[in-house]
């Protein structure tokens, strides 16, 4: 009986030896369970702010994109104007190479007008010249007469 209850000692002592062991793993388990459920949450946190930062990004491409299509569909409106008054240019410039030989004729009407105008001019100069000779010589006639008047006036009154 004494070695039997010797043994069953034994094996209380190793079981209870076990049980500590298994309680020290279990609470070691059981810290590294709370650690993991910690850095579990904070990489969710983390994934969160993430997919919060993404979506952000793509609100603000996809405003990028409609702006950018907005800016395009006018460009292209633009691009069209453009092209209608570039057309509208070439047609207008074939015009005036058309009428550039007109021009060309009233270019040369407008030059022998000139060289008439510059002749009647040069002769007008002239005859002004002739007018203010004239005048200056009734000037000075005027003032003889005049002179002529004073002395007949002297005159007679002296005598």
Do not use: F, P, Y
């Not at 949450?41 to 990004?57: G, I």
């Amino acid at each position: 009986l004494k070695e039997e209850n010797a043994v069953l000692r034994s094996k209380i002592n190793k079981l209870q030896i076990l049980s500590e062991t298994q309680a020290d793993k279990m609470r070691k388990l059981e810290k590294k369970l709370e650690e993991n459920k910690i850095k579990e949450e904070k990489e969710t946190q983390d994934l969160e702010a993430m997919v919060q930062h993404v979506e952000q990004n793509l609100q603000l491409m996809t405003k990028r994109a409609v702006k950018a299509e907005n800016s395009t569909a006018k460009l292209r409106q633009e691009n069209a104007l453009l092209q209608a008054e570039l057309r509208s240019s070439k047609l207008e410039n074939e015009a005036l190479r058309v009428g550039q030989a007109g021009l060309a004729a009233a270019k040369q009407n407008a030059e022998v007008a000139l060289q008439h105008l510059l002749q009647v001019t040069t002769s007008s100069r002239a005859s002004i010249r002739q007018l203010v000779s004239g005048a200056e010589s009734l000037q000075l006639v005027a003032d003889l007469l005049k002179s002529i008047d004073r002395i007949s006036e002297v005159s007679e009154d002296g005598q």
